[in-house]
């Protein structure tokens, strides 16, 4: 494929956005290419710069459940938009998505409304210490939040140790309240109550962690995190921004029988416009202003237009749409899992429902982000050009997850196991 135009705009870009992005995984710099610049989309396709159109399988990243453009969600936000864009006061489309968040999410008793994933953690995260009246974090090496302050940490060596900050720019007195245990470990995160039980205010995860991959977390594991919890006096906060509504089952939460205290809640909620969320029963939320003391605020939070989106995307999400889903979910598994075997290539997929990961590897499935092989790296970038080549457009990373929209067709997931099956026998020779 011919992507002049696309590299032209990043010689542009370049003199006036920083690394030519808005948010820098969009940069390729983890597949060592220059990033591809979009002009338009609908459904499962994207159309770049050049002409060129790909099969789309990032939806970007995650929100559009339904596809680019759905008609009924434009619909939707069209006839919002000629009432205003903001109103920077209380309207009807608030409530309305509240509900439908609610028959879901069923431990919310109230629910607030913000712009984004990361505010929405950042939130909860607050709420729970202004509850608890704690000050101490626990999260997981290899879980991603948005990028909160007090949750940019990356784990040292050790059992469980207290954070370092992953970026400059973060005092360290932010995250020294900040505990990391590896995923998937009860003896490590029993450990890190036994010592810090007391201080911590709140255990933050993604139930499914979908941001080093797909590490699926055992069922027993989720229940340890709710038992400390309760018994420390501790909130569960469960970020379900990613898994929030890929399930027909309600919650991931609920799918593994695990109640958390606050859920936050992202991406799908808002139908492809800047939505965050988060919830807990009245007794917690109520600690929030302004019924309470602790304090959040947005200038957008609960805007119309979003609202909108958010509402026509989850009533268009009824059985049929997550049994669609879960068809083309096993047709991939179907198609890809044979061709990956024939080539003997060191990589599994890892599907749950309309979530995938290239899983490097061979052996047992990693649960933990220290047992995804070094190499993932390498091996992924060759596979995703090849991709790119033949019109699959996969994450521009090797742990960033695939996502299947209702919008796919049979025949897309059939041409990116054929398009796989060139690349990987490109790449035998
Ligand atoms: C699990 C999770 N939490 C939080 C966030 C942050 O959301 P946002 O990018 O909307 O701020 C993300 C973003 O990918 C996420 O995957």
Redesign the pocket.
């Known amino acids: 494929m011919q992507r002049s135009e696309s590299d032209r705009l990043h010689e542009e870009a370049l003199n006036h956005l920083v690394g030519g992005v808005n ?1 820098p995984v969009r940069a390729f710099k983890s597949v060592h290419g220059n990033p591809i610049y979009f002009k338009k989309a609908s459904g499962a396709i994207v159309t770049d710069a050049d002409g060129n159109e790909m099969i789309d399988f990032v939806q970007s ?2 929100p559009l459940i339904h596809g680019h453009a759905h008609p009924e969600i434009l619909e939707s936000v069209n006839e919002k938009m000629i009432n205003g864009t903001s109103f920077g006061a209380p309207h009807l489309g608030e409530i309305e998505l509240a509900k439908i968040v609610k028959k879901r999410f069923t431990h919310m008793d109230l629910v607030r409304f913000v712009s ?6 950042m939130s909860a995260v607050r709420l729970a210490r202004g509850y608890t009246k704690r000050d101490f974090l626990v999260k997981f090496d290899g ?6 302050d007090s949750l940019m940490v990356s784990s040292g060596s050790g059992l469980a140790t207290f954070g370092i900050a992953s970026s400059p720019g973060i005092p360290k007195e932010t995250v020294a309240t900040t505990l990391i245990s590896p995923l998937n470990d009860e003896g490590a995160i029993e450990f890190l109550f036994n010592e810090h039980g007391n201080d911590i205010a709140a255990v933050v995860i ?1 139930p499914l ?3 080093n991959g797909l590490l699926v977390q055992s069922k027993s594991f989720l229940m340890k995190l709710r038992k400390l919890c309760d018994e420390y006096g501790a909130l569960l906060i469960f ?5 929030g509504f890929r399930f027909k089952q309600g919650s991931y939460g609920d799918m593994c029988g695990v109640k958390p205290d606050i859920t ?1 809640l ?2 799908v909620i808002g139908g492809g416009l ?1 939505v ?1 969320a988060y919830g807990a029963r009245k007794e917690i939320m109520q600690k929030l202003s302004p019924l309470g003391p602790v304090y959040q605020a947005g200038t957008l939070s609960g805007n119309p237009l979003a609202m909108a989106a958010g509402c026509k995307t989850l009533e268009l999400l009824d059985n049929d749409a997550y049994d669609k889903l879960e068809c083309l979910g096993s047709l991939l598994e179907h198609h890809v899992e044979p061709v990956l075997k024939k080539h003997g290539f060191p990589m599994r997929l890892v599907r749950l429902g309309s979530l995938f990961w290239f899983s490097p590897g061979s052996g047992q499935l990693p649960s933990r982000a220290d047992q995804i092989p070094k190499n993932a790296g390498k091996m992924y970038s060759d596979v995703h050009k090849g991709l790119l080549e033949r019109g699959i457009m996969l994450a521009p990373s090797a742990y960033e997850i695939g996502f299947i929209a209702t919008a796919h067709k049979d025949n897309h997931i059939i041409s990116m196991a054929n398009a796989l099956d060139e690349v990987l026998t490109e790449l035998e020779m």
């Not at 879980?143 to 909160?148: A, E, N, Q, T």
């Open positions: 948010s990243w995650g984004s994933g990361t505010e929405a953690v879980c991603y939040h948005g990028h909160v993604e962690p979908a941001n970020d379900e921004v990613i898994s936050a992202g991406k800047p965050g």
